[in-house]
């Protein structure tokens, strides 16, 4: 049989119930989370049960002619997808038979519409209304029974008895002036303050287009976090929930957030189209939903339709520079955009290959598009931060020209201040002005979870250690689920000496990357510092591992310590960057570092000097590196701070 896809049916086998109109998949009335492509091969399949669905016809369905992709791997993927959600097996199905080379059939018994009392049990809300029974006059279980035959008067009073209840019906429904709430004593939902935004899904099936839908995740990221009044979850985060078999409600408890926004995107030749939807965790409900497309040229305008709809949904109140940044937005190169994304794609994994070949594709998306303003805040960050492996001399001046640029250029954006705050910070030592720059990027951009991040570190270097702490922390609200997140809270506690609270921060940085070399270093550090060493040499040891250090490096180091302690394991290492340094840029910081954990001041200052004299950038954090404790009751410390502009 055909069962016709009525946009009231819920259609049912076993135990799940199939909402045609909102797209939802439930399983004993619990909602599952199925992506669009995996949802609309169910429908085809429910539409046809018995009956072979081809996979010209699925094809067809899902995409479009001029949509370059591998039909195949992504067909497969999509119903993969499907028997994951309902714990189906290709070997032994229960729903879904597969006839190779050939299709599909659906081979359970398929039931629909569903009574009316189990069908709005389940449906959500829609279009961004919340819909009301509303009693009728000719509904059974609400008609008032009265006797045929009536005196004129008392026909009267049943008249406008009837006429008030059904008044107060609509009032009530309707919500008028909180009414609802006032009669039937039910608070009205809380207001959404906080949202995540799940991944995107590739419905384009191929694996290497994974860059460009994880890109418009980020960058719709990005515009909802534009507005102050809103907080917007990393993509870090909720990067964690990909593919994820979790239920709304969980993944919202697990972030902190109020509701979710979930939804797919795809490409074809020009085109760009989105599908979104944002849901309420609690109670959960579906409050809109809406698809997008435009033309490639005009993608950014897309990203920033679906924040602006998102944010009128949920009755965000904007300022007038938060609705003129989300009504502005300029057409952009299709190949400058994609090489955009590629680069902060790199950039994000932090390595220095990785941030290489982010700073190759900003350069290539500038060639491509000279305009492209991001682009430029992009290639400077890849100058500015410590994995550059270039000399600070080389380093800041290409910063500070890529990010004066991106200013030129579009003065309201954040990513460009922010850059340009770390040349003043790292750079220029201009203490004032990187402040100016770091207040205006949050200004800009309050949910960017970078500037807060390198923000602390500024407040930390300034003596200001509950303003840091209060920026770590807020790096942590933004990016829950982030190593790096929960790292930096631990670096702040390590900085500021509290070193059990550090090793329990970067204990769950390494929960959620057991990889994270940043924390494992940490763990090193703080156990080195609480006087633990056999601890601090098992995280060393880890870490150089992870880095790529041969072996034999790591076990000469190992020796050292047994033979000399700690004095001889720093001498090792001192004795291996001053080699280093004679073939490749070394920062004479870290030398300086050497020499103070071997107690020699005399030399430690005199490499500090050097790293003044090349005005390297992470002097200015020399306040915050416990190693050099041992040098602040020395004048030449004091002198130095004096002459750098650091308050002392």
Wanted: aromatic share 8%.
């Amino acid at each position: 049989m055909n069962i016709p896809s009525d946009s009231r049916s819920v259609l049912c086998f076993g135990p799940f119930q199939v909402d045609l109109a909102s797209g939802e998949l439930h399983k004993h009335g619990v909602r599952l989370r199925l992506q669009e492509q995996p949802f609309q091969i169910l429908v085809m399949l429910l539409e046809n049960p018995g009956e072979v669905v081809t996979r010209d016809e699925l094809r067809n369905k899902l995409w479009s002619a001029d949509t370059f992709v591998d039909f195949d791997v992504g067909l497969n993927n999509a119903v993969l997808r499907l028997r994951n959600a309902l714990g189906d097996s290709a070997d032994s199905p229960r729903f879904i038979e597969t006839l190779p080379r050939r299709g599909y059939r659906f081979i359970a018994s398929v039931d629909g519409p569903v009574p009316a009392t189990l069908h709005e049990s389940i449906r959500p809300v829609t279009a961004g209304h919340q819909r009301e029974t509303v009693p009728s006059p000719a509904d059974p279980t609400t008609q008032l029974v009265t006797p045929s035959l009536k005196p004129p008067r008392a026909r009267k009073l049943w008249t406008a008895g009837l006429a008030l209840a059904v008044l107060l019906a609509l009032l009530t429904g309707l919500n008028v002036g909180g009414l609802r709430q006032r009669v039937l004593g039910r608070p009205a939902a809380p207001a959404i303050r906080s949202l995540a935004v799940l991944p995107l899904e590739n419905l384009s099936g191929d694996q290497a287009q994974e860059y460009f839908a994880d890109g418009m995740t980020d960058e719709l990221i990005t515009d909802l976090a534009s507005i102050a009044r809103l907080r917007v979850i990393s993509r870090t985060s909720t990067a964690h929930y990909k593919g994820t078999r979790k239920t709304i409600p969980e993944i919202a408890r697990e972030l902190n957030v109020d509701a979710v926004v979930e939804g797919s995107v795809g490409r074809s030749a020009n085109k760009v189209r989105i599908r979104a939807q944002l849901v309420r965790a609690v109670p959960e409900e579906h409050l809109w939903a809406e698809s997008y497309e435009r033309d490639f040229p005009d993608v950014l305008a897309l990203q920033r339709d679906v924040a602006k709809a998102i944010a009128n949904e949920i009755k965000i109140k904007l300022t007038p520079e938060e609705k003129a940044r989300l009504a502005n937005a300029r057409q952009v190169d299709a190949e400058a955009y994609q090489l955009y994304l590629r680069g902060r794609f790199s950039f994000e994994n932090w390595t220095r290959d990785a941030v290489r070949l982010a700073r190759e594709n900003f350069q290539k998306a500038i060639e491509k598009d000279p305009s492209y303003a991001v682009a430029y805040a992009g290639l400077a960050d890849t100058y500015v931060f410590g994995v550059t492996g270039l000399e600070p001399k080389v380093s800041i001046p290409l910063a500070r020209a890529a990010a004066r640029r991106a200013l030129e250029l579009d003065d309201s954006l954040g990513d460009a201040h922010a850059a340009l705050a770390q040349v003043k910070f790292l750079g220029d030592w201009d203490w004032a002005g990187a402040e100016k720059e770091f207040r205006r990027a949050i200004d800009l951009n309050p949910g960017d979870t970078l500037v807060h991040h390198m923000y602390s570190h500024f407040l930390l270097a300034m003596g200001r250690n509950e303003e840091s702490l209060r920026e770590s922390e807020l790096y942590l609200q933004l990016d829950p689920l982030s190593a790096p997140a929960n790292h930096h809270l631990a670096w702040h506690y390590s900085a500021t000496g509290q070193y059990d609270r550090a090793i329990e921060q970067d204990l769950k940085a390494v929960q959620i990357d057991p990889n994270y070399i940043d924390s494992i270093h940490g763990l090193g550090e703080a156990y080195r510092h609480k006087g633990m060493p056999q601890e601090a040499l098992v995280q060393y040891q880890k870490q150089m591992t992870l880095s790529g250090a041969s072996p034999d490096w790591i076990k000469s180091l190992r020796r050292a310590y047994q033979a000399e302690g700690w004095k001889g394991y720093w001498q090792k290492s001192l004795d291996r960057d001053l080699k280093q340094a004679n073939r490749e840029y070394v920062s004479f910081l870290d030398i300086a570092d050497d020499y103070a954990l071997l107690g020699d001041k005399a030399q430690a200052f005199r490499y500090l000097e050097k790293a003044y004299a090349g005005h390297e950038d992470f002097l200015t954090w020399v306040k915050t590196e416990r190693d050099f404790d041992i040098l602040h009751s020395d004048p030449r410390y004091a002198d130095l701070l004096r002459r750098m502009g650091l308050p002392q």
